[in-house]
Nanobody
Framework: QVQLVESGGGSVQTGGSLTLSCAYW????????MAWFRQPLGPGQKREGV?????????SYVPAVKGRFTISQDNEKKIAYLQMNDLKPEDTAMYYC??????????????????WGKGTLVTISS
């Protein structure tokens, strides 16, 4: 059974940095992509994609975080990371790790993810 567990969230000031980790296990092979999503707090807020990495270690980012966030993956340790720099108040959200059972290049944000973590909260103060 696949499980994903996020950690590393917290509170930092504008311009600060955080690194999120996602420990995963239970995959039967390495044909999957890892991704990070976020959902701002408050009613009506939608979850949005942030960054993704495929099995070839090719990364994809949404424009709002490109140049500030870096996704990576350690297949031996079975951990995916999201390094976040130059954080802004609008980055405040619950961050979720997710996995897509897909062995090719990242297919885009329209796909439904197969597995989700429970999230870790990131708060950026101005």
């Amino acid at each position: 059974q696949v499980q994903l567990v996020e950690s590393g969230g917290g509170s930092v000031q504008t311009g600060g940095s955080l690194t999120l980790s996602c420990a995963y296990w239970g995959f039967t092979d390495n044909r999957f992509c890892m991704a990070w999503f976020r959902q701002p707090l408050g009613p009506g807020q939608k979850r949005e994609g942030v960054a993704a990495i495929d099995r070839a270690a090719a990364a994809s980012y949404v424009p709002a975080v490109k140049g500030r966030f870096t996704i990576s993956q350690d297949n031996e340790k079975k951990i995916a990371y999201l390094q976040m720099n130059d954080l802004k108040p609008e980055d405040t959200a619950m961050y979720y790790c997710a996995a897509l059972l897909w062995g090719g290049s990242w297919p885009g944000w329209d796909r439904n993810m197969d597995h989700w973590g429970k999230g870790t909260l990131v708060t950026i103060s101005s």
